[in-house]
């Protein structure tokens, strides 16, 4: 390989702890050969944030089926803003209707996966859509 | 069915032939469209079962008559001949009002027992004005924060008259108590009280993962509940021992009724231990199922639930009492089975859902709406989901005969496996210590997890087909209506919450909060104390902080 592994940090903000899908997303990514750091449930913005800097992490996944996401998910994108870290490519998952998604991706949410996705649809897009360091 | 040694050769011998003369020479023309046929679950499916499928297979011993042990064909003699499955829709969002007016339309609508849905920081013990609530206020459910909340809910709805279930588990105590005060101050007796309280917070850990406090606190709180409940408000569930859950985390149903079950028996051991005789209590346990895609297996899961769980209480715990054995249980159809993708066929999969809750012989039913994987439910979703029971109920003629399927040498086969594997389970988590013990070291959530991942695997190969999803996919999906909360729901909680805080009696709330925080240290029963703190107008979230300078926060271990 002529790059480092992808480091991936799968995120669960909110107050839901339906895990599953952040979980299986866990694995399949590491499966796939990329290096995840699951950060656990209910990660306010400020705790993944942290997280992604520390873990000099290039894709973040969120994974959030509470309804909150239009409130908390502009919030983490604001403070990586912040923190300079405008290059990690942004993801999310969960319970999200349509007419949101607009709204989320102005904000910085490179994508919106919905339930149904395939792992390999996400892998693929973090692949294509994600440089890892060179060597 | 007595058979012979000569019988039983004989059978093998004709089902031989059969195999080799008749079945042989079709898949020559017709051969198996796949490699394996196995349920939703993974589990090896037989082209055709018979009767040497059910070896020593004795239906008076195995399936009895419904009402009577083992309570296979269920647990009334007539079941719904005499009386239907309660329709029971679980409801909640915005704030307590909006709540209780869709409460108020779902009775007039034919609905018959109420469930109440909490939002989030009311489901972990948070009150509305807590940081992390921001954005979650009344989006999953309704938020309640005091007293004055749970007053709202309920206002013009007959406690005495309808039956009242309460998702709640972290915090179910308290949230009970807001509701005995209510009931206590509108006049209503508790002892013609009837509901459930989930408060299950061993599922919790396994799959739902809404906790606050270590297990073993958390445990003293559902034993405190169940005393409560045993010597002040008789006719109420006080643990409904859920599997939907688990399910919906990606179990199997063998795991969803093993661990279930196993959660059942940790819950009686642990009030006995608290000095509990067990037929005082164990009537009022209740169960949650899901139902999900795979039909038979559903019903065989059902069957096998109630079976075990009878020679659990009885030949485990002795009981005397027959209510004690026999398992009572809501189902809901399966929310993770529903697809974003052309959700009309949701209606569908959730109608096939609800027949297989039914023909197992269920107590009460919800049915999911078909917009659920987008929002709650809009209005006109949830009536059909309503209507779609009502179909069940009375155009399909389906109710009309005790447990249609027994008999079926492919269902009688089925819940005899899920009964075995059962077992299994059981004796794997007992030598562990029990499940407490087994969810310290993370036993079933790694079950769990790897069956999802399984499933997950499947379904990207094509082996498991979801409609719309990775096969019939349509080209262009029309967006359907979903519901918003409205951004106004959090001002209108959150004034709320200000009002009561300013208007109670603060020294009173103290007062009550330190006792509280006393009795918690000793091994007294805490219901009490929690009635005076939420009479005082103590807040939740106020409450959980209090216990949890006693008991501590749970850390889920990395697994």
């Known amino acids: 390989m002529s790059e480092n592994p992808i480091r991936v940090l799968v995120a669960k903000p909110g107050l839901d702890g339906h895990d599953r899908g952040a979980k299986i997303i866990a694995r399949a990514l590491r499966d796939a050969g990329m290096e995840v750091i699951y950060s656990g449930l209910r990660q306010s913005p400020e705790q993944i944030v942290n997280a992604a800097l520390q873990e000099d992490v290039n894709c973040i996944g969120l994974s959030i089926l509470s309804g909150a996401h239009n409130v908390i998910l502009p919030r983490i994108t604001g403070l990586l803003r912040e923190k300079k870290l405008d290059d990690v490519l942004v993801v999310a998952g969960g319970i999200i209707p349509d007419q949101d998604i607009p709204k989320l991706k102005a904000c910085g949410i490179s994508e919106i996966f919905l339930p149904g996705t395939s792992t390999q649809t996400i892998i693929k897009y973090i692949l294509e859509n994600c440089r890892a360091a060179p060597v | ?559």
Request: net charge negative.
């Open chain 2, 1 to 559: 069915m007595g058979r012979t040694p000569t019988g039983q050769t004989r059978l093998d011998k004709s089902r031989r032939r059969w195999e080799e003369e008749t079945l042989a020479p079709s898949w020559k023309r017709f051969p198996p469209r796949l490699p394996e046929f196995t349920s939703i679950s993974g589990h090896p499916i037989q082209a055709l079962y018979g009767p040497d499928d059910l070896e020593d297979f004795d239906p008076e011993q195995e399936l009895g008559f419904p009402g009577e042990p083992p309570y296979t064909r269920g647990i009334h003699p007539s079941m719904y001949r005499g009386r239907l499955w309660t329709m029971r829709q679980f409801s909640g969002f915005g704030t307590a009002a909006d709540t209780n007016r869709r409460f108020l339309y779902l009775l007039q609508q034919g609905q018959t027992g109420l469930s109440v849905a909490f939002d989030l920081p009311t489901l972990m013990g948070l009150d509305s004005d807590h940081p992390t609530a921001a954005g979650e206020i009344g989006k999953c459910g309704v938020a309640v924060d005091t007293l004055a909340d749970m007053e709202v809910l309920f206002r013009d709805i007959d406690l005495e008259a309808i039956s009242t279930s309460m998702t709640i588990n972290c915090p179910a105590a308290v949230i009970w108590a807001m509701f005995l005060a209510h009931a206590e101050k509108s006049g209503y007796s508790w002892t013609n009280l009837r509901g459930t309280l989930q408060n299950d917070i061993l599922k919790e850990y396994i799959a739902q993962k809404e906790w606050i406090y270590p297990p073993h606190p958390s445990m003293r709180l559902v034993t405190d509940t169940i005393a409560f409940a045993t010597r002040n408000v008789p006719q109420w569930n006080s643990v409904s021992i859920s599997g939907y859950h688990i399910r919906e985390a990606g179990s199997t149903a063998l795991q969803e009724l093993a661990f279930t079950l196993r959660d059942g028996i940790e819950y009686v051991e642990a009030a006995i231990r608290g000095g509990l005789q067990v037929d005082d209590f164990a009537p009022r346990l209740s169960f949650f199922f899901n139902a999900h895609n795979d039909f038979f297996e559903e019903v065989a899961k059902y069957r096998a639930a109630r079976k075990v769980w009878y020679r659990v209480m009885t030949e485990r715990f002795g009981c005397k009492d027959p209510r004690s054995c026999v398992l009572r249980f809501h189902a809901q159809t399966a929310g993770c089975s529903l697809t974003a993708q052309q959700p009309h066929n949701n209606i569908v999969r959730t109608a096939i859902q609800a027949l297989a809750a039914i023909l197992g012989g269920t107590q009460s039913l919800h049915t999911n709406s078909m917009d659920e994987t987008y929002a709650l439910p809009t209005e006109q979703a949830a009536t059909i989901a309503l209507r779609s029971q009502q179909i069940l109920a009375t155009e399909s003629e389906v109710a009309n005969t005790v447990d249609p399927l027994a008999g079926s040498y492919f269902v009688e086969k089925l819940t005899r496996e899920l009964e075995k594997g059962c077992w299994d389970y059981f004796e794997k988590i007992d030598a562990m210590g029990g499940m407490v013990a087994a969810i310290e070291r993370c036993y079933p959530q790694k079950e769990i997890l790897d069956a999802a991942y399984r499933y997950q695997q499947a379904v990207e190969r094509g082996e498991k087909v979801i409609v719309g999803v990775n096969r019939f996919v349509a080209d262009e999906e029309r967006p359907i209506d979903t519901l918003s909360i409205e951004s106004g729901v959090a001002d209108k909680q959150l004034d709320g919450l200000h009002r009561v805080k300013s208007s109670r009696d603060g020294l009173a709330v103290q007062r009550s909060l330190a006792e509280l925080r006393r009795a918690a240290a000793t091994d007294r029963n805490l219901m009490p104390f929690l009635l005076s703190c939420v009479k005082a107008y103590a807040t939740l979230g106020e409450v959980c902080e209090e216990l949890k300078q006693v008991f501590g926060a749970y850390e889920e271990p990395v697994f």
